[in-house]
């Protein structure tokens, strides 16, 4: 599985035919293939590439919509990756 920094997880911000990744409670989700994800944005709202753990705590749904896309990697401090 795949580690990724605050940092690093900001390059999949779905723009420029990038993937569109979001994190979510340490764990990171694919959401580029989600219609409501195009151009990485969500209702005008929220960016891919971000962690959305805070902000999804005052969504209109819980996150179990999030643990419907696929499981890319989880979310680490910032450390060296080889």
Do not use: C
């Amino acid at each position: 599985m795949r580690e990724l920094t605050i940092e690093e997880l900001a390059q999949y911000n779905g723009r420029d035919r990038k993937p569109a990744y979001i994190a979510h409670r340490g764990k990171i989700y694919d959401v580029s293939r989600s219609f409501l994800w195009q151009g990485g944005r969500h209702q005008a709202i929220h960016d891919a590439g971000t962690d959305l753990t805070a902000a999804l705590e005052q969504a209109p749904h819980g996150p179990e919509l999030i643990e419907e896309f696929p499981l890319v990697g989880v979310l680490v401090e910032g450390k060296e990756h080889g």
